[in-house]
């Protein structure tokens, strides 16, 4: 019951235990009692808890506990937890930015008075950390045009309309059943049964159901067989847009969705297969009288590197460099090197060094040695560490150890972009997603992995 719990926390917080005590605050403030809650809140504060000390204080100044009620106090408190992360505080700073005073909001002036815009950030704040609510009213705020970044009529609709499908596709029940009835046949070895089902989902719009399609058309390209009618004469299993296509061209356009949505390892994962050629791709993106697959590579490659992507601006850089599906531009890819030799991780920098001058690795990247198979990325790593200083030798050897098993488990044929993988981040929402066996995986590439989140 409640009142065991708070007993027990109470009892807990006693003996020095942080959480125990904020809990402990939190349910005596909820129950109309917040003069109960100073010693525990004081607890919290002389524990330095992060974010959770400037709620601390936050509580101490909008009740008056062993401070003068200060509303602006309080107000500032309130910011420094929602800086610091708290969910929590983001979503009651933005109400009180919206001008709410009832509930939480009761007792707290937010620096500088309502102001929309602001309700905005901290909304969006909310949102990232994975509250349903403020994402809700991101999507009113954005469709009333008061996101200075969404200014087109159509664009402030559709990013609308992405938020409010976003929300259906986590929160409605038969999504839930959906996603783990497909789940349940991929667990039971139905992967067709699996593959429909996200599909379904992808249709609707969620992300993981457009990694989980992508994956399991590659699987069944690898493995045809298992499609359904294989081996009749007339079977025609094959995805909607592409009755004519192999099955691994069909995972193409669930990878396309996923990057279109902002997914950044799909976005690589479509720069890869147009430098790979036509096998991988559908007929009319392989027609290149349409437009050039490099090019197209050099779009998606962009696009990564615009959000930031370490991976997408050192393979930005390389395709400037020598001019792979652009103009070359040896100035730009020069500068793109310097950035991530200033701002990037041990991996991002090492690899950017071989762009900034040291040629004899250029070998490595499209033909190998000798005309000879492309080294593995461990190989191409451990080559550029050979002409680092004794200085970076430390760091080197802990690189060497963190890129070993991605190395040994990458194929000999992945093309070259794929050779020199910085780093793979998992975009989903929920972090990254659990680890899978090599069966499981595109390459090594965490993209490849079953998602199980329902999030999108």
Partial sequence: SRDSATSHWQVAARKGDVWSAWYTALVTIQDGRPEEAQEFLDQVVEAQAGALAYMAMHFKYRFGLGVPKNPEQSGLFLMGAADLGYSNAQLILAHAYMGHTNGNMAGVHPPGGANKSTALVYYKAAAANGRLTPKFNVALLVAQGADPDVVD????????????????????????????????????????????????????????????????????????????????????????????????????????????????????????????????????????????????????????????????????????????????????????YSELLRDGDWAARIAALSGLGLHKLRSYFLHGEGGGPLHTMAGYLEEVGSWLSAGLSAGWQALKAGTASVATAASKAIPFLDRVVIHDRFQGAGGSPPTGTPEKQHAGRVIGRLVFEVVP
């Avoid at 429909?196 to 969620?206: E, K």
């Avoid at 699987?219 to 909607?240: M, N, T, V």
Wanted: net charge negative; aromatic share 10%; charged share 25%.
């Fill in 153 to 336: 009529p159509q664009e402030r609709c559709l990013v609308a309309f992405r938020h409010f499908s976003e929300i259906i596709l986590r929160a409605h029940t038969e999504v839930h059943v959906i996603f783990a009835h497909a789940r349940r046949a991929f667990d039971l070895g139905d992967e067709v049964g699996a593959l429909l089902r996200f599909a379904l989902l992808s249709d609707a719009g969620a992300m993981n159901a457009h990694l989980n399609a992508a994956f399991l058309w590659d699987r069944l390209a690898q493995h045809p067989e298992k499609a359904p009618g294989h081996g009749d004469g007339d079977s025609d299993f094959s995805c909607w847009p592409a009755r004519a296509a192999n099955l691994s061209a069909c995972a193409f356009y669930y990878h396309r969705r996923a990057a279109s949505a902002g997914h950044i390892a799909s976005m690589h994962e479509l720069s890869a297969r147009y430098l790979e050629g036509r096998a991988r791709l559908p007929v009319e993106e392989a027609d290149a009288r349409r437009r050039p697959p490099e090019e197209a590579a050099y779009a998606w490659t962009a696009l990564a590197a615009e959000q930031g992507d370490a991976r997408g601006r050192f393979d930005l850089a390389y395709l400037l460099q020598f001019g792979i599906g652009c103009d070359e531009n040896a100035t730009r890819a020069e500068e793109l």
